[in-house]
C-alpha cells in the first residue's frame, strides 16, 4: 500500500504556470513508473504524463512542449511543472503509482487536486 497526495492545484490566467506535487508515504524507487492523469468533466481519465524508475518519460501530444514531469527520490515526490496553461488543461490532476507483475500488477491513486485555467 502507498498513500499518495497531490498539491499545487489551483486558478491560473491562460498562459500561466502551475507545478504540481505528489507525496508519496514510501519509497518511490519500488514502483515501476509514476504518473499524471487528468480528468475533466464528461471526459475519461487521461494519461498526462509518466516517468519510469530508469527516468524515461513519455507525455500526451497535448501536453509536449509545455510539461515536464521529474521526480525525486529522496523527497518520495513527483512533480508535474506546467506552463503556458490553455483553458482545455482544466481538469483534476491525479496522481498514480503503478507497480508491475506479472501476476497482479498494481495501481494507486491520489486524490487529486483541481486545476482550473480562467481569465
Known amino acids: 500500500q502507498v498513500q499518495l497526495v497531490e498539491s499545487g492545484g489551483g486558478l491560473v490566467q491562460p498562459g500561466g504556470s502551475l507545478t504540481l506535487s505528489c507525496a508519496a508515504s514510501?519509497?518511490?524507487?519500488?514502483?515501476?513508473?509514476m504518473g499524471w492523469y487528468r480528468q475533466a468533466p464528461g471526459n475519461e481519465r487521461e494519461l498526462v504524463a509518466g516517468?519510469?524508475?530508469?527516468?524515461?518519460?513519455d507525455y500526451a501530444d497535448s501536453v509536449k512542449g509545455r510539461f515536464t514531469i521529474s521526480r525525486d527520490n529522496a523527497k518520495n515526490t513527483v512533480y508535474l511543472q506546467m506552463n503556458s496553461l490553455k483553458p482545455e488543461d482544466t481538469a483534476i490532476y491525479y496522481c498514480?503509482?503503478?507497480?508491475?507483475?506479472?501476476?497482479?500488477?498494481?495501481?494507486?491513486w491520489g486524490k487529486g487536486t483541481q486545476v482550473t485555467v480562467s481569465s
Open positions: 514510501r519509497s518511490i524507487r519500488s514502483f515501476t513508473s
Open positions: 498514480n503509482a503503478y507497480l508491475f507483475s506479472t501476476i497482479s500488477p498494481r495501481g494507486y
Open positions: 516517468i519510469t524508475g530508469g527516468g524515461t518519460t
